[in-house]
T-cell receptor, first 113, second 115 residues
Framework: DAKTTQPPSMDCAEGRAANLPCNHS???????VYWYRQIHSQGPQYIIH???NNETNEMASLIITEDRKSSTLILPHATLRDTAVYYC??????????????FGAGTILRVKS | GAGVSQSPSNKVTEKGKDVELRCDPI?????LYWYRQSLGQGLEFLIY????????KSGLPSDRFSAERTGGSVSTLTIQRTQQEDSAVYLC?????????????FGEGSRLTVL
């Protein structure tokens, strides 16, 4: 699976958009980009995933560059409850491994009032 | 309940004792995963089940660790002769088996403390 690089931490003002970057320059054509987050003392929570098109759901938007070497997770109106560790994961779904995900260090997002 | 349920939520044990951690996945999810997270560390994959079989056990750290799944549902992670370095939060997740779903549903974890 392709390696990802994320900044270790970011701050965001409450009510503003949080833009979390992820570099995955070695991504291959059939690898998806997944985003999860982990709020303190809770299990990780799925946010969104995509292959090459931008994606949006009720939680966030995922913008993938045309060359697919990087992506940005956007939380449009960050709240204090969005303070968490955000993980960007790149992988190809493999039948023998199911949806196994390998988590890196992620980005600690601190939303401040 | 509707989510992944894990028990116990907290377990304190003495070094050398065996412990069992239980995971009840979401009904209908055929895939089940165990991860662990040591204090201040990232998530470490342990084992993956598809139905009752485990095609990927690559993350189990030693032969003191084992897991089983019965009836395609409940899974038990067993740690024998616990050591202090086994102290961590053990997280279970489940998902559908379709390769493109991408979404794992995690439980709240079982916090293990080995004294």
């Amino acid at each position: 699976d392709a390696k990802t690089t994320q900044p270790p931490s970011m701050d965001c003002a409450e009510g503003r958009a949080a833009n979390l970057p992820c570099n995955h320059s070695t991504i291959s054509g059939n690898e998806y980009v997944y985003w999860y987050r982990q709020i303190h003392s809770q299990g990780p929570q799925y946010i969104i995933h995509g292959l090459k098109n931008n994606e949006t759901n009720e939680m966030a938007s995922l913008i993938i560059t045309e060359d697919r070497k990087s992506s940005t997770l956007i939380l449009p109106h960050a709240t204090l409850r969005d303070t968490a560790v955000y993980y960007c994961i790149v992988r190809v779904p493999q039948m023998e491994y199911g949806n196994k995900l390998v988590f890196g260090a992620g980005t600690i997002l601190r939303v401040k009032s | 309940g509707a989510g992944v349920s894990q028990s116990p939520s907290n377990k304190v044990t003495e070094k050398g004792k065996d412990v069992e951690l239980r995971c009840d996945p979401i009904s209908g999810h055929t895939a089940l995963y165990w991860y662990r997270q040591s204090l201040g560390q990232g998530l470490e994959f342990l084992i993956y089940f598809q139905g009752n079989s485990a095609p990927d056990k690559s993350g189990l750290p030693s032969d003191r660790f084992s897991a089983e799944r019965t009836g395609g549902s409940v899974s038990t992670l067993t740690i024998q002769r616990t050591q202090q370095e086994d102290s961590a939060v053990y997280l279970c997740a489940s998902s559908f088996s379709g390769v493109n779903t991408g979404e794992l549903f995690f439980g709240e974890g079982s916090r293990l403390t080995v004294l």
